[in-house]
């Protein structure tokens, strides 16, 4: 009985030394030092797609007009900004926020998407539903089609204004991920931080005049997106995004009475305590190779964090085949033992011409490749299993 109590006590004092080796201390200080009042949260680095902070991440919640963020993508994807969106019965006198538009006016989409982001308005969203997919039901699939595209696993729509619905959710991490998405886009980028827009009004003296109902666009530093949202069920939800020397954050509360000071603290936090760090170049050449790096890379790195990078070349053997016969393998990039990147490798000569930033599609995989907490979670996993004696759980 005593060697048995011996063996528990030697592994619990290994367990200890083992963790006092780690850097706990200052990602318990960290993560302590974010407490919202939100339902669910998350915080995403926009570039690289790492989710930074994630509370209730994945639980599925009523939205309300936080929808909007995947009309106006959708829209701006698949429509012309300089069409004619006719306003009809269906989009007429839409409950909820509006814009109070005539049956039967006449307005640019891309007029139209501002009033959308910046008011919130219900009858644009029905309005460019039915513009683009020719129906609302139409535009509903399409934005379907485009959150399984994004691996959204927690998402589904059933209407373009986001009044709750039967059917109609999303989580924090999605809508991270879903906006981190969209905010490459220029378009949609310019139009969600755009404090005040005024458009030409065909039935009245005056112009429409949209301020946006945005209050972290005043209230941070650097704010520059994205949307609020609220319903008597959804209640609080806000998207806010920020940038800061270079690097833009967006973060996600659903049910929150206290948002717009949860967003400060959310933000601070992710520029704090994990800045974005250039750790590749394009043109870079690879030591001991005649061979140069294919892209940019730069990822939002914590205390600690670089130290832990291994990265690895994979050559390519010249039998492979392969439709870019210039590509040579691949650095990779690993941190915690998860592949967080993989960067093509080329000749010089052979380097191809540099994608658009637009075209690298971020996906709920990529952005979930290295959680900032994963480690920690592993630890107290184990830490759980290691305690349980004779089938009772003592920590």
């Not at 997106?225 to 806010?240: E, P, Q």
């Not at 009475?257 to 050449?285: E, M, Q, T």
Request: hydrophobic residues 40%; proline residues 4%; charged residues 25%.
């Amino acid at each position: 009985m005593k060697t048995k109590k011996r063996k528990w006590t030697f592994s619990l004092m290994l367990c200890i030394i083992l963790l006092l080796q780690l850097p706990m201390p200052s990602l318990r200080a960290e993560n302590s030092s974010i407490n919202t009042h939100a339902r669910a949260a998350a915080l995403i680095d926009v570039e690289s797609g790492r989710i930074l902070y994630s509370n209730r991440g994945d639980e599925s919640m009523p939205i309300a007009s936080l929808t909007k963020i995947m009309t106006a993508i959708v829209a701006i994807e698949n429509g012309d900004l300089d069409s004619v969106v006719k306003v009809g019965k269906n989009a007429y006198a839409k409950e909820g926020s509006s814009l109070y538009l005539k049956l039967g006016e006449e307005m640019a989409l891309e007029t139209m998407l501002y009033g959308l982001m910046l008011r919130s308005g219900n009858d644009a969203a029905s309005a460019i539903a039915e513009h683009i997919g020719g129906s609302e039901e139409g535009f509903t699939y399409m934005m379907n089609a485009k959150a399984e595209e994004l691996q959204l696993t927690h998402t589904h729509f059933a209407n373009a204004h986001g009044l709750d619905d039967k059917g109609h959710f999303s989580s924090a991490n999605d809508l991270a991920v879903l906006t981190a998405y969209a905010l490459h886009n220029p378009v949609f980028k310019e139009i969600v931080k755009t404090q005040e827009k005024t458009a030409d009004n065909p039935y009245e003296k005056w112009d429409y005049k949209w301020r946006n109902k945005n209050k972290m666009l005043r209230l941070y530093e650097g704010a520059d997106g994205v949307k609020t949202g609220y319903t008597k069920i959804a209640l609080r939800c806000l998207v806010s995004s920020a940038t800061r020397n270079g690097q833009q954050l967006v973060a996600v509360t659903l049910n929150d009475g206290d948002d717009w000071n949860d967003h400060a603290s959310l933000l601070n936090f992710g520029f704090n305590h994990y800045p974005l760090k250039s750790l590749i170049k394009r043109g870079d050449k690879v030591s001991g190779y005649e061979l140069v790096t294919g892209d940019d890379f730069s990822y939002p790195l914590g205390q600690g964090e670089q130290e832990r990078l291994v990265t690895t070349m994979i050559l390519q053997s010249d039998s492979k085949r392969t439709t870019d016969f210039g590509l040579k393998g691949f650095l990779q990039l690993q941190l915690g033992g998860k592949e967080i990147r993989r960067i093509p490798l080329y000749t010089p000569d052979a380097l191809p011409p540099k994608p658009p930033v637009y075209g690298k599609r971020l996906s709920s995989a990529s952005a979930a490749a290295y959680p900032s907490d994963t480690w920690l979670q592993a630890i107290g996993s184990a830490l759980r299993a290691l305690f349980q004696a004779g089938g009772k759980e003592i920590l």
